[in-house]
């Protein structure tokens, strides 16, 4: 199985960038329909990206949309989040998991996903 780790994540203030990266081991990211995820306080989890193994194929959540990039480096086992225009809503818990599914391109439900990382804390200040 794979084991996933987040970082990236900080205190910044509204209309800035950041950048999460996931790093994986134990088992090729390449095998893997990725996506991440996010939690804030006294909410439910929630999908923020996602992309197919090869990384033909993203979808975003709304809140995101045009602000937020998912990519990925299969050669480097790596799943990233570009987080540009960053607003206080923004400010969650975010996770990146791995969906095993052999037939699955893309996934927007977390109950999908077979692996997750521990999070990383992103803080948005206005």
């Known amino acids: 199985q794979v084991q996933l780790v987040e970082s990236g994540g900080g205190l910044v203030q509204a209309g800035d960038s950041l950048r999460l990266s996931c790093a994986a081991s134990g088992r090729a990211l390449s095998n893997y329909v990725m996506g991440w995820f996010r939690q804030a306080p006294g909410k439910e989890r929630e999908f923020v990206a996602g992309?197919?193994?090869?990384?033909?194929?993203?979808g975003y959540a709304d809140s995101v949309k045009g602000r937020f990039t998912i990519s990925r480096d299969n050669a480097k086992d790596r799943l990233y989040l570009q987080m540009n225009s960053l607003k206080p809503e923004d400010t969650a818990v975010y996770y990146c998991?791995?969906?095993?599914?052999?037939?699955?391109?893309?996934?927007?439900?977390?109950?999908?996903?077979?692996?997750w990382g521990q999070g990383t804390q992103v803080t948005v200040s206005s």
């Open positions: 998991a791995a969906d095993k599914n052999p037939t699955a391109v893309l996934n927007r439900l977390s109950a999908s996903y077979d692996y």
């Open positions: 992309i197919s193994r090869l990384g033909g194929n993203t």
